[in-house]
C-alpha cells in the first residue's frame, strides 16, 4: 500500500503500554538527537495514575506516541513524537488534543514542557496550539548542549470548554 493511501486510513490514539516499545524506539531514535532509552519509557509507563501515555497508530502501525505526567492541577509533556513519513499530517495534533481533553477531565488547568531552543517546527506548533514561553532552563539539553524553552499553555475551564 502507498503512503498515500495508508494516509486514508484513519489514526487511532490508544494507551501505550510496554509491549510496543519497540516501535516507539525506532521513532524515538530518528526524532532525537539525545533519545530517551527504554528504560526511561518503562518508568513513565510505571508511575501508575499520574501517567498520560497514548500512542497513534494507522492500520495497527505506530506513528507516534506522546507521554505525559499529571501531577494536581498540571500536565507535563515528556515526550512527543511522529514517525518521519507521517509528520505534517495531524498525527501529532491529535495526540495533543487528546492530552488537553485528558488533562481537563482529570482536572488539570496547564499544560507545560519542554522545546529545545533551536526546534523552530516544534516551537511553532505549540505556539500553534497556544503555549507561550514562561522560561529557559540553561544546558538543560545534551548531544548537544542546549538551552531549552518552557512552555506553558493554559486550559479552558468547564464541562464543555
Not at 492541577?73 to 513524537?81: F, M, T
Request: glycine residues 6%; neutral net charge; proline residues 4%.
Amino acid at each position: 500500500m502507498s503512503a498515500l493511501a495508508r494516509r486514508s486510513e484513519p489514526v487511532r490514539i490508544r494507551p501505550l503500554t510496554v509491549s510496543r516499545l519497540d516501535e516507539v524506539l525506532a521513532i524515538e531514535r530518528v526524532s532525537f538527537s539525545d533519545p530517551w532509552s527504554r528504560e526511561m519509557f518503562r518508568s513513565e509507563l510505571m508511575v501508575g495514575g499520574g501517567t498520560y501515555a497514548r500512542l497513534a497508530e494507522r492500520d495497527g502501525e505506530l506513528v507516534g506516541y506522546l507521554c505525559a505526567v499529571m501531577v494536581e492541577d498540571e500536565a507535563h509533556v515528556g515526550n512527543l513524537a511522529v514517525a518521519p513519513a507521517e509528520r505534517r499530517h495531524g498525527v501529532a495534533q491529535m495526540l495533543l488534543d487528546d492530552l488537553f481533553q485528558t488533562a481537563r477531565s482529570r482536572g488539570a488547568r496547564r499544560v507545560t514542557l519542554e522545546v529545545r531552543e533551536s526546534n523552530s517546527q516544534a516551537r511553532k506548533f505549540y505556539y500553534k496550539n497556544d503555549f507561550i514561553d514562561i522560561a529557559i532552563r540553561k544546558n538543560y539539553y545534551r548531544n548537544p548542549s542546549e538551552d531549552a524553552i518552557v512552555m506553558l499553555r493554559t486550559l479552558p475551564e468547564g464541562p464543555s470548554a
